[in-house]
């Protein structure tokens, strides 16, 4: 039987070397959010990551109470057409689930501070290329369609025509009033 323990899995972004300084923007928007352990290069395994010793290699990081890890790996290959650059997709994501259009409001303006670029239907990427998704809880219960699966159509179409999602908005579509 596995170990158990407060957190099993941590999600680790790999940076090409702004790790520390997204760790620092992250936990400045998001309620009990820290810093913890930073950790350095040294010469060991020089000849493999060819980085400097005392350079950050990693920043351990809580947000809203979730652990994370910042990797500064670099890229393992100088060509920047290569396969084995590592890039964040949409493929992967954070969803923030959000009680009201204020904290819709607060988090989108945040996480596209810097150079973020909006997306569609909720969804956007910060200036690190880490794609958010910033959805008021009440649209999980409206697309889910309990008991009103008209007006869980009505708010799937709505939201699929906003780029941030606008509550008011939604609530109307599902209940057919706007």
Not at 8 to 23: K, N, Q, R, S
Request: hydrophobic fraction near 30%; proline fraction near 5%.
């Amino acid at each position: 039987m596995p170990l158990s323990h407060s957190s099993l899995i941590t999600p680790c972004l790999w940076f090409d070397h702004e790790g520390e300084e997204a760790a620092k923007f992250y936990t400045s928007i998001f309620p009990d959010s820290e810093i913890g352990q930073v950790s350095y290069y040294t010469e060991a395994g020089h000849d493999h990551h060819h980085q400097p010793a005392g350079k950050v290699l990693t920043v351990n990081f809580t947000l809203s109470g979730t652990p994370f890890l910042a990797l500064n790996g670099g890229s393992p290959d100088p060509n920047p057409d290569s396969n084995l650059n590592f890039k964040f997709t949409e493929a992967i994501s954070f969803q923030i689930d959000c009680k009201d259009q204020d904290e819709v409001d607060y988090y989108w303006s945040k996480l596209l501070e810097g150079g973020g670029k909006e997306g569609h239907c909720g969804w956007l990427k910060d200036r690190f290329g880490v794609s958010w998704q910033v959805v008021p809880v009440q649209l999980k219960e409206w697309l889910g369609g309990k008991g009103n699966g008209e007006g869980g159509k009505r708010a799937m179409e709505r939201m699929m025509g906003m780029v941030k999602l606008n509550i008011e908005g939604l609530r109307k579509a599902y209940e057919g009033t706007g």
